[in-house]
């Protein structure tokens, strides 16, 4: 519950919580035998994606997200019960079940799981809203592995071209996959976008005020100058590419999480409010994830008729 | 005087953009300060329309992917791909993103796109300018690939494109851009009918009305241009042609052809493409499955040779079909008892 007195890091402490633990949920469920295909969880990188997206006005702004996007979708206003029945599979997900993990939609949140395909995408939505004369900014989020693929380049390009209110996001955990940064990219990855004539800026997520706080500058200076701007954010993947064992040393691995920003962040937001009240709504939310997955659980799948019927045979 | 096959595009695009305000028009050197176009189909379209008639840069993936962006936020993007052998790039933003987001949304979305963009060869453009790889995109759900003879009413196909919510792959031919519109001669009658999801189907017959036809060719787009000739020329021989032209390629338009093979009973199946795994291999193993049992003679096929496109011109015209060799199939057909 956000109200007057909650400040802005409480705000992205629950949110990350949130998110935090549904993505614990679906590994749980995946390794109970309850969940099928794949699961690419953002444990880690939740603080830096609820910092930014708070940023944006959910109402009329528009999201691209990846393959790893449960967080951007809850930190979006996604509904949870959507989100884990989607992923589980049932009619009560918010594409029937029929997308699955890495394709999600709701209002204006797109997600796809080919790599780089969405930055030409976004390009055209916020194209879509010059046209139309809208003063919607349009997000994209990328990884540092995305930023091998021609497309993104070709994205920059065209938003700089263009004069498109559109934000890039490069989520920069180092890892893409299982292949580490210094084996995929030459060069600096934060500053590639300034040869496209687009302001580009860095951040660690972990400084998660100051993180908030240069979206929120960033989004307010794309919408009036209808400028793109690109946010190169280093995060943390706390977990494995998708389920499975991680292929990174145990010794890299303790050094990552002691740069996880929730916990860092949770010690903020006792200070102002106290262990006991943070506590109690961390059981909240813990109570709400059991019950949604309890529900989801119980729903059935699409019917194959109802699936069927919308597609012209062949 | 029939309008050219460009200049009945140009005509129809100047008029969907009058007409709807959610139509946008992006491409390579579409504008009129470029010449409106390689082929000059736009021309015209960036003086009267400028803010949606977009030039791109060199980039095919990103003419298709931000004509998807633009479709799933409900514009109308008509996107132009300058040869049609440039669609290989944009491949993975048709199959996995055009024709991915509303079936994976579950149909909360929709993708109305249109891809318009020329295959063929015939002009010495040689291996990369001159194919026909519209094959690669047949029988991907959600697309309909549509492809204009110049016998079709070719602005109402695309007008029937324009209006569709799922994508479209438009596809044109080299040639004919400059050909008339065909609408019939003292030897060629020219049917018309609305055809399967409402693209215009096409019949020639170099026969009178009432009579049966000895062969049915089944073919698409460019080839109609070798059609007009071999017609009048069977007509001379009194071999009597029923040539069926539909509009649209892929999901497969049985509806159009079923009836015109069963009266024929002899078919000819022809495209411009490599021979092996394309539109008459799919065609001929429907009509076996619906028809055999009709059948006078086995299904015949005539397509490209499986080698590049040469760009010497006698070296072309060997590789690619031809009026010589469609007549040599009809009278191959024929020998069949």
Redesign the interface.
């Known amino acids: 519950m956000v109200t007057a007195q909650t400040s802005i890091g409480q705000k992205i402490y629950f949110k990350a919580f949130l998110i935090r633990n549904v993505e614990e949920k679906f590994l749980t469920l995946f390794g109970k035998g309850l969940l099928r295909g794949t699961v690419h969880t953002c444990v880690g990188e939740e603080v830096g994606q609820v910092a930014i997206i708070d940023a944006l006005n959910t109402e009329t702004d528009i999201l691209f997200s990846n393959h790893r996007g449960h967080g951007h979708f809850l930190a979006y206003g996604g509904p949870v019960k959507g989100l884990m029945a989607e992923v589980m599979g049932r009619s009560s997900g918010v594409c029937g079940g029929i997308g699955g993990t890495q394709h999600l939609h709701f209002r204006n949140f797109y997600s796809n799981g080919i790599q780089g395909g969405i930055g030409p995408n976004a390009v055209g939505a916020a194209l879509a809203e010059k046209i139309k004369g809208s003063d919607a900014v349009t997000t994209v989020f990328l990884g540092d592995g995305t930023m091998g693929q021609g497309a993104t380049y070709e994205a920059l390009n065209t938003a700089g071209l263009w004069n498109l209110r559109l934000l890039f996001v490069l989520e920069d955990n180092g890892i893409s996959q299982t292949t580490p940064k210094s084996l995929a990219h030459a060069g600096d990855l934060g500053t590639r976008a300034r040869s496209f004539g687009i302001r580009s800026e860095s951040m660690e997520a972990g400084r998660v005020l100051e993180l908030h706080a240069l979206a929120k500058q960033l989004v307010a200076d794309i919408r009036t100058q209808s400028r793109p701007a690109f946010l190169h954010v280093t995060t943390y993947r706390l977990r494995a590419h998708s389920k499975g064992d991680d292929t990174r040393s145990e010794t890299d691995l303790e050094d990552l999480r002691r740069k996880d920003p929730l916990p860092i962040l949770r010690a903020s937001v006792v200070s102002e409010i106290g262990e006991e009240s943070c506590t109690k709504q961390e059981a909240g939310i813990l109570k709400r994830i059991e019950d949604t997955t309890d529900t989801c659980l119980k729903d059935p799948q699409t019917s194959y008729d109802d699936f069927i019927s919308s597609w012209t045979r062949c | 005087m029939l309008n050219s096959y460009v200049v009945d595009i140009r005509k129809t695009l100047h008029a969907i953009m009058e007409e709807d305000e959610r139509v946008?028009v992006l491409g390579e050197d579409i504008l009129d300060a470029g010449g409106g176009g390689a082929f000059k189909a736009t021309v015209g379209l960036s003086t009267k329309f400028p803010?949606?008639v977009?030039t791109?840069?060199v980039?095919e993936?990103?003419i298709?992917?931000?004509?998807?962006?633009?479709?799933?936020?409900?514009?109308r993007?008509i996107a132009e791909i300058m040869f049609g052998d440039f669609m290989s790039i944009g491949f993975?933003?048709v199959i996995?993103?055009a024709c991915?987001?509303s079936?994976?949304?579950?149909?909360?979305?929709t993708v109305p796109l249109v891809i318009r963009t020329p295959m063929g060869g015939g002009r010495g453009y040689g291996p990369t300018h001159s194919q026909s790889i519209e094959k690669h995109f047949l029988?991907i759900?959600?697309l309909d690939v549509v492809a204009p003879s110049h016998a079709h009413s070719v602005g109402k196909l695309l007008r029937r494109s324009v209006e569709r919510e799922n994508p479209v792959l438009f596809v044109e031919n080299k040639l004919l851009y400059p050909a008339a519109l065909f609408d019939g001669s003292e030897t060629i009658r020219v049917a018309r009918s609305a055809g399967t999801?409402g693209y215009e189907s096409v019949r020639l017959m170099n026969y009178r009305p009432g009579e049966r036809p000895d062969v049915c060719i089944l073919t698409y787009g460019g080839v109609s241009r070798l059609m007009i000739p071999v017609l009048e020329k069977l007509a001379a021989e009194e071999i009597r042609v029923l040539c069926c032209l539909p509009g649209l390629l892929?999901?497969?338009p049985m509806a159009d052809i079923q009836d015109a093979v069963e009266e024929a009973r002899r078919v000819l199946i022809v495209e411009e493409g490599t021979s092996c795994f394309g539109w008459s291999a799919e065609i001929a193993s429907r009509l076996y499955a619906s028809a055999a049992a009709r059948l006078a003679a086995p299904i015949a096929t005539l397509s490209a040779e499986p080698t590049v496109i040469p760009a010497a011109s006698e070296l072309e015209d060997k590789v690619l079909p031809s009026a010589a060799k469609i007549e040599n199939e009809v009278m191959k057909l024929l020998s069949h008892d």
């Open positions: 946008v803010g949606r977009i791109t840069p980039c993936y990103s298709v992917g931000v004509s998807v962006g633009l479709a799933l936020r409900r514009m993007p993975d933003q996995n993103h991915k987001y079936g994976m949304y579950n149909r909360q979305v029988g759900p959600d999801l892929s999901p497969a």
